[in-house]
């Protein structure tokens, strides 16, 4: 069966300080990857999207970036982190080839920017 | 571009119950619609999809929506709410790309 992790689960920051979370999914090939940010534990908003390896779409401009440097690997970056940042995030998986099926979420990782 | 709107911040029911989540759509061509729910500090668990067919779909816990086309709607149902309902509810929908865009989510609270 498919499993996805993340991590950390918890993470406090200060402001101007680097940033990495990581996702990996196991039990399947060619996913496509997302990173979703949930701010004031409301709405979801798309970050970033990989059909592929090296393939990243980033939906907002931001302080973020992302990277998929392995086919079940999805990484979420910052050089500096800006109070802003700060937010529930969440990496998900979808089947891949075609229009997008379910996505299948992490239990995500809570990072507070001081 | 592809939107959905979840029109209550807040649903409340008591328990036994019957309730409604509701959600519309705006997409080009066909949509896939969804429905997740998040409890606390979790993830997002998937309930329930409509990609084609009969427009009243079953899913996980006993909910289902019901798909309708002219209305541009996809609204969340269980026959009799449980205390343990109580969650964050999620409509989403995908158009013709590779993205599932969210609607800002419901918070259903079922009364004892």
């Known amino acids: 069966s498919q499993t996805i992790h993340q991590w950390p689960a918890t993470l406090v920051q200060p402001v101007g300080s680097p940033l990495s979370l990581e996702c990996t999914v196991e039990g399947t090939s060619n996913p496509n990857l997302y990173w979703y940010r949930q701010a004031a534990g409301r709405g979801l908003q798309l970050l970033f999207y990989s059909v592929g390896i090296g393939q990243i779409s980033s939906e907002v401009p931001q302080n973020l970036s992302a990277s998929r440097p392995q086919d079940r690997q999805f990484i979420l970056s910052s050089k500096k982190l800006l109070l802003s940042d700060s937010g529930f995030y969440l990496c998900?998986?979808?089947?891949?080839?075609?229009?997008?099926?379910?996505?299948?979420f992490g239990e995500g990782s809570r990072l507070t920017v001081l | 571009a592809q939107s959905v709107a979840q029109p209550e911040d807040q649903v409340k029911v008591a328990e036994g119950n019957p309730l409604t989540v509701k959600c519309t759509y705006s997409?080009?061509?066909?949509?896939?619609l969804f429905w997740y729910v998040q409890y606390p500090n979790r993830g997002l668990q998937f309930l329930l999809k409509y990609i084609t067919g009969d427009n009243l779909v079953k899913g996980s816990y006993g909910f289902e929506a019901e798909f309708n086309k002219s209305q541009t709607s996809f609204h969340l149902k269980k026959p009799s709410a449980l205390v343990s309902d109580s969650a964050l509810y999620f409509c989403?929908?995908?158009?013709?790309?590779?993205?599932?865009?969210f609607g800002t989510g419901t918070l259903l609270a079922v009364q004892p």
């Open positions: 997409v080009s061509g066909n949509p896939y």
């Open positions: 989403a929908v995908a158009g013709a790309t590779n993205k599932l865009i």
């Open positions: 998900a998986w979808s089947a891949g080839q075609g229009r997008t099926g379910e996505l299948f």
